[in-house]
């Protein structure tokens, strides 16, 4: 069964521009001029005209550009000085970027990004010099995925930024960036970056075609194009990884996968990405290995004990005491003895409650956050068990489940684990180990089923890659794992020669 | 010959996997009681049966491989064309579409029947049977590829069963199985043929082979996979000898559970609840390999939709499920299948051999006559 995806992805481009109005020149006479660009842009507060004795016309849109550059460098040097033709203006001015447009419609746009149009009376053309400036932050720590070992740095919103961050990393010329622009109304630029040499041309031209195919008329984050560009949009799972590191992106990328930046976002998006790398960090790669192979298991351990846990607890509880040894049964019996719920219904509220507690510690600032806490830790936990509405033991059992959902690296895997939870409680709650063992087969073949870009989710376990599982769940020592994974179907499929572990003594 | 089938290489499955296609599609329900109707038959030397079975199999194999290399890329269905002309042929593929539902709906049934027994015993079978469908339907619509993956994790996932036959060994006897080859051969003989609804799954080779990439490598795989399931087989017989008296043995319908019942460990006991429902990711792939073998068919039959078809399979399959609910029906069944099964599996490929050898030397006899002529 193919699902048709909710929106349509290859909508014909509508042909809303009339070639009239593309092709309407640039008027050579300044009134006009400055009246076409006041109606071009409806006439807004921030429009700035700028007369230029004796023959030029400034026109600008003010926080767009660069003052200081405005200022010292091309009005100073046009100022009072008699310019005949567009090429001395040229010449006069200390400015990297310019070009020449007689064209209102190409005038216009270039002037919302942040050009200054510059306008010689009785010339049909007109000078774009770019001076955009764009506010964004400084560069911060990454928030959402710290590390102990590692950079400490974070992508920020600002496209440039990124990609000159990444550029440092990766300082190569074989690293492509290719420029889209996407949204008919917010017309946000998007770069999409890959390694010749090593990134697959089916994927970059998959993806390439994904993201021209795309008519939106707003992208306002990476989040919402990871999800319109991925596989399947309809399931839980993610096929696109969200990063905001820099190193883990160049990681991908160095690996043979595509990324993708958005402006006005500080998360990148890699593809193809295969289901165990969701629980891989960066931080493995600098560790040691037996370390973060420890880490690994412990993450994955983390995944399906958060998954499974409470629902076997529900199930045993409910249908199957005779799975409980005699010398639990004991402490369970007398800790449930007083709660008047049934375990499906005592189980669904504790981790609503939990639920409930992480939103609002996310939502709310960080001062009062720690509040939540102890609120959350200390006060419902042990009022609701002397309250005798919950047992100790299952108290436990979620507080450690939630725990175990936030060990993942992405923060969109830890929310799935969370959400699939509930309905695999319900199952346990109505048909015991059954209803658990029919999601588990459920969520299985809904893996089997998904692909990554093309590549399959499941990879390096099915289809079983014996030599890539040396970095999957497991991390070997780095001379063993020197080739990329074949998930990226990389035309180099070497990282580096593989050395020995340890160099001979001379 | 008839045209052998196109494939895109997008469906196209590696030879090794053939190792977890096989045996996925071996082990299944009969595992869970198959020492009684053995040891009936065959008393202490039934591991002697099971031997003989297993080497069968790799017989049986060999001349399905045989018969398949001398069609190319073609599947039972097309060589059934072939060898008996249109309307036989069509015949005969119907038959085997009937026999791989037979197939997948013993299994269903078998399966429900130990939840209602081990589990849940008030619990419809409308209901577990509904699920177990749906679940299989979900697999099916994703392909081959997919089907092939739930067979390898449903191997994988279930390797750790096989260490716990440990356990009922501490209370073991080797004395049990002496004397050996007490009993006549005949006896061991029928034996080995109640092992049919146990061992069968492996004709599933017959259907899979046009998809497989590379054909020159499959015998490694193939009979590592049915040497593996024998080799199972035969440790969960000699633990369920040397563990039960003779007497207990054939009153245990479900053997192999009743062996896990008092495994413990300090966290769970009674550990045949998990093993029970457990079992669910292991008769998985029986199922779904079932179901698109009799889909192989059925698009040559009538050209039909994947999606349809696996709709109708599946509602007829519900249907009987109803219909079929007591032990003594069940086990009819099983028996008239393990008969017909055997024929279907084990005599029926070593018949073809010679027979599609005969017709291959005529055709092209034919072939080199007309162009002589």
Same mark, same amino acid.
Request: charged share 15%; aromatic share 12%; proline share 5%.
């Given at each position: 069964?193919?699902?048709?995806?909710?929106?349509?992805?290859?909508?014909?481009?509508?042909?809303?521009?009339?070639?009239?109005?593309?092709?309407?020149?640039?008027?050579?006479?300044?009134?006009?001029?400055?009246?076409?660009?006041?109606?071009?842009?409806?006439?807004?507060?921030?429009?700035?005209?700028?007369?230029?004795?004796?023959?030029?016309?400034?026109?600008?849109?003010?926080? %767009?550009?660069?003052? *200081?550059?405005?200022?010292?460098?091309?009005?100073?040097? @046009?100022?009072?000085? #008699?310019?005949?033709?567009?090429?001395?203006?040229?010449?006069?001015?200390?400015?990297?970027?310019?070009?020449?447009?007689?064209?209102?419609?190409?005038?216009? !746009?270039?002037?919302?990004?942040?050009?200054?149009?510059?306008?010689?009376?009785?010339?049909?053309?007109?000078?774009?010099?770019?001076?955009?400036?764009?506010?964004?932050?400084?560069?911060?720590?990454? *928030?959402?995925?710290?590390?102990?070992?590692?950079?400490?740095?974070?992508?920020?919103?600002?496209?440039?930024?990124?990609?000159?961050?990444?550029?440092?990393?990766?300082?190569?010329?074989?690293?492509?960036?290719?420029?889209?622009?996407?949204?008919?109304?917010?017309?946000?630029?998007?770069?999409?970056?890959?390694?010749?040499?090593?990134?697959?041309?089916?994927?970059?031209?998959?993806?390439?075609?994904?993201?021209?195919?795309?008519?939106?008329?707003?992208?306002?984050?990476?989040?919402?194009?990871?999800?319109?560009?991925?596989?399947?949009?309809?399931?839980?799972?993610?096929?696109?990884?969200?990063?905001?590191?820099?190193?883990?992106?160049?990681?991908?990328?160095?690996?043979?996968? &595509?990324?993708?930046?958005?402006?006005?976002?500080?998360?990148?998006?890699?593809?193809?990405?295969? =289901?165990?790398? =969701?629980?891989?960090?960066?931080?493995?790669?600098?560790?040691?290995?037996?370390?973060?192979?420890?880490?690994?298991?412990?993450?994955?351990?983390?995944?399906?004990?958060?998954?499974?846990?409470?629902?076997?607890?529900?199930?045993?509880?409910?249908?199957?005491? *005779?799975?409980?040894?005699?010398?639990?049964?004991?402490? %369970?019996?007398?800790?449930?003895?007083?709660?008047?719920?049934?375990?499906?219904? !005592?189980?669904?509220?504790?981790?609503?409650?939990?639920?409930? @507690?992480?939103?609002?510690?996310?939502?709310?600032?960080?001062?009062?956050?720690?509040?939540?806490?102890?609120?959350?830790?200390?006060?419902?936990?042990?009022?609701?068990?002397?309250?005798?509405?919950?047992?100790?033991?299952?108290?436990?059992?979620?507080?450690?489940?939630?725990?175990?959902?936030?060990?993942?690296?992405?923060?969109?895997?830890?929310?799935?684990?969370?959400?699939?939870?509930?309905?695999?409680?319900?199952?346990?709650?109505?048909?015991?180990?059954?209803?658990?063992?029919?999601?588990?087969?459920?969520?299985?073949?809904?893996?089997?089923?998904?692909?990554?870009?093309?590549?399959?989710?499941?990879?390096?376990?099915?289809?079983?890659?014996?030599?890539?599982?040396?970095?999957?769940?497991?991390?070997?020592?780095?001379? %063993?794992?020197?080739?990329?994974?074949?998930?990226?179907? #990389?035309?180099?499929?070497?990282?580096?020669?593989?050395? $020995?572990?340890? $160099?001979?003594?001379? | 010959?008839?045209?052998?089938?196109?494939?895109?290489?997008?469906?196209?499955?590696?030879?090794?996997?053939? =190792?977890?296609?096989?045996? +996925?599609?071996?082990?299944?329900?009969?595992?869970?009681?198959?020492?009684?109707?053995?040891?009936?038959?065959?008393?202490?030397?039934?591991?002697?049966?099971?031997?003989?079975?297993?080497?069968?199999?790799?017989?049986?194999?060999?001349?399905?491989?045989?018969? @398949?290399?001398?069609?190319?890329?073609?599947?039972?269905?097309?060589?059934?064309?072939?060898?008996?002309?249109?309307?036989?042929?069509?015949?005969?593929?119907?038959?085997?579409?009937?026999?791989?539902?037979?197939?997948?709906?013993?299994?269903?049934?078998?399966?429900?029947?130990?939840?209602?027994?081990?589990?849940?015993?008030?619990?419809?079978?409308?209901?577990?049977?509904?699920?177990?469908?749906?679940?299989?339907?979900?697999?099916?619509?994703?392909?081959?590829?997919?089907?092939?993956?739930?067979?390898?994790?449903?191997?994988?996932?279930?390797?750790?069963?096989?260490?716990?036959?440990?356990?009922?060994?501490?209370?073991?006897?080797? *004395?049990?199985?002496? $004397?050996?080859?007490?009993?006549?051969?005949? /006896?061991?003989?029928?034996?080995?043929?109640?092992?049919?609804?146990?061992?069968?799954?492996?004709?599933?080779?017959?259907?899979?082979? #046009?998809?497989?990439?590379?054909?020159?490598?499959?015998?490694?795989? &193939?009979?590592?996979?049915?040497?593996?399931?024998?080799?199972?087989?035969?440790?969960?017989?000699?633990?369920?000898?040397?563990?039960? /008296?003779?007497?207990?043995?054939?009153?245990?319908?479900?053997?192999?559970?009743?062996?896990?019942?008092?495994?413990?460990?300090?966290?769970?006991?009674?550990?045949?609840?998990?093993?029970?429902? =457990?079992?669910?990711?292991?008769?998985? #792939?029986?199922?779904?390999?079932?179901?698109?073998?009799?889909?192989?068919?059925?698009?040559?039959?009538?050209?039909?939709? +994947?999606?349809?078809?696996?709709?109708?399979? /599946?509602?007829?399959?519900?249907?009987?499920?109803?219909?079929?609910?007591?032990?003594?029906?069940?086990?009819?069944?099983?028996?008239?299948?393990?008969?017909?099964?055997?024929?279907?599996?084990?005599?029926?490929?070593?018949? %073809?051999?010679?027979?599609?050898?005969?017709?291959?030397?005529?055709?092209?006899?034919?072939?080199?006559?007309?162009?002589?002529?």
């Amino acid at each position: 069964m193919k699902f048709k995806l909710p929106f349509n992805k290859k909508q014909p481009q509508p042909i809303n521009e009339a070639p009239k109005e593309s092709l309407v020149r640039v008027a050579s006479a300044s009134d006009h001029f400055i009246q076409s660009i006041q109606n071009a842009t409806n006439n807004p507060a921030d429009l700035i005209i700028k007369l230029v004795p004796p023959n030029l016309t400034l026109i600008y849109i003010d926080n %767009l550009v660069d003052i *200081e550059t405005l200022n010292n460098d091309i009005i100073a040097n @046009l100022q009072n000085k #008699p310019h005949e033709t567009l090429e001395e203006i040229e010449i006069a001015m200390s400015i990297p970027e310019i070009q020449h447009s007689n064209l209102l419609k190409e005038t216009v !746009e270039s002037m919302v990004n942040g050009s200054v149009l510059i306008h010689v009376e009785g010339y049909s053309q007109v000078l774009l010099a770019n001076i955009a400036t764009r506010e964004s932050r400084a560069l911060s720590a990454p *928030e959402n995925e710290s590390q102990v070992i590692g950079t400490q740095v974070g992508f920020n919103e600002s496209l440039s930024t990124n990609i000159s961050l990444i550029r440092r990393y990766i300082v190569s010329p074989e690293l492509c960036n290719e420029k889209f622009k996407i949204g008919t109304r917010t017309n946000t630029s998007i770069s999409l970056l890959y390694m010749n040499g090593i990134a697959n041309d089916q994927m970059v031209n998959t993806l390439r075609q994904r993201i021209t195919d795309l008519y939106i008329d707003e992208l306002l984050d990476s989040a919402v194009l990871a999800e319109m560009i991925d596989d399947n949009s309809l399931s839980v799972f993610p096929q696109m990884l969200l990063t905001e590191r820099p190193d883990r992106f160049c990681d991908a990328i160095l690996d043979g996968k &595509v990324g993708i930046l958005v402006d006005g976002s500080s998360m990148a998006i890699i593809a193809p990405q295969s =289901f165990t790398e =969701f629980f891989q960090s960066q931080e493995d790669q600098n560790l040691r290995w037996q370390i973060a192979t420890f880490l690994r298991l412990l993450r994955l351990t983390a995944f399906f004990l958060s998954v499974y846990l409470t629902p076997f607890y529900v199930a045993a509880v409910t249908f199957h005491y *005779e799975v409980i040894p005699q010398a639990f049964l004991v402490p %369970l019996s007398e800790s449930r003895a007083l709660v008047p719920f049934p375990p499906i219904f !005592e189980a669904l509220l504790l981790e609503f409650i939990i639920e409930l @507690l992480r939103e609002a510690g996310a939502r709310l600032p960080t001062k009062i956050g720690q509040t939540i806490g102890i609120v959350g830790g200390i006060v419902i936990g042990t009022a609701a068990v002397q309250a005798g509405i919950t047992s100790n033991i299952l108290l436990i059992i979620i507080a450690l489940s939630a725990l175990a959902s936030f060990t993942s690296p992405s923060y969109m895997m830890g929310n799935v684990i969370r959400l699939i939870r509930f309905p695999i409680i319900i199952l346990a709650g109505f048909w015991g180990f059954y209803g658990i063992m029919l999601a588990f087969c459920f969520i299985l073949i809904h893996l089997l089923r998904q692909t990554s870009l093309g590549a399959p989710y499941m990879s390096p376990f099915y289809p079983p890659r014996m030599k890539e599982m040396r970095d999957s769940i497991v991390r070997m020592p780095i001379p %063993l794992t020197a080739k990329r994974p074949a998930l990226t179907r #990389p035309k180099d499929k070497n990282k580096f020669k593989p050395q $020995p572990v340890k $160099p001979k003594k001379s | 010959m008839t045209k052998p089938i196109q494939l895109s290489p997008k469906d196209m499955i590696s030879a090794y996997l053939l =190792f977890f296609i096989i045996h +996925g599609a071996q082990v299944g329900v009969g595992i869970q009681g198959f020492q009684r109707i053995i040891y009936i038959d065959a008393r202490q030397d039934a591991w002697i049966s099971v031997l003989i079975a297993g080497i069968a199999t790799h017989i049986v194999t060999f001349c399905m491989i045989k018969t @398949l290399e001398i069609y190319g890329s073609n599947d039972l269905y097309g060589i059934q064309i072939d060898i008996f002309g249109k309307w036989i042929g069509n015949l005969f593929n119907l038959m085997y579409i009937v026999y791989c539902f037979v197939a997948c709906f013993s299994v269903l049934r078998n399966y429900i029947e130990v939840i209602q027994a081990w589990l849940f015993p008030s619990i419809g079978t409308w209901f577990l049977s509904a699920t177990l469908l749906i679940i299989i339907i979900y697999a099916f619509t994703g392909g081959l590829r997919v089907i092939v993956g739930v067979s390898f994790f449903s191997i994988i996932l279930s390797l750790w069963i096989l260490p716990m036959l440990a356990f009922p060994l501490k209370y073991s006897t080797a *004395e049990s199985l002496f $004397p050996i080859l007490e009993n006549d051969f005949r /006896s061991i003989l029928k034996g080995a043929h109640s092992m049919t609804f146990t061992i069968i799954g492996f004709e599933i080779l017959n259907i899979v082979y #046009p998809f497989i990439k590379d054909k020159e490598k499959i015998r490694k795989p &193939v009979h590592l996979g049915l040497l593996l399931s024998t080799l199972i087989y035969l440790a969960v017989m000699l633990v369920s000898i040397t563990y039960y /008296s003779g007497g207990k043995l054939v009153k245990t319908i479900w053997a192999t559970l009743t062996l896990f019942s008092f495994i413990s460990f300090p966290f769970v006991e009674r550990f045949e609840f998990i093993a029970v429902c =457990f079992w669910m990711i292991i008769i998985l #792939p029986n199922m779904c390999f079932y179901l698109w073998a009799a889909y192989r068919g059925a698009t040559r039959l009538w050209n039909i939709s +994947g999606v349809k078809f696996v709709w109708l399979f /599946s509602f007829f399959i519900f249907i009987c499920s109803l219909v079929i609910q007591t032990r003594t029906q069940i086990n009819t069944m099983n028996t008239i299948f393990g008969k017909v099964a055997f024929y279907v599996v084990f005599v029926y490929p070593i018949l %073809l051999w010679p027979i599609a050898l005969l017709k291959k030397n005529f055709t092209s006899k034919k072939v080199k006559h007309n162009e002589q002529a």
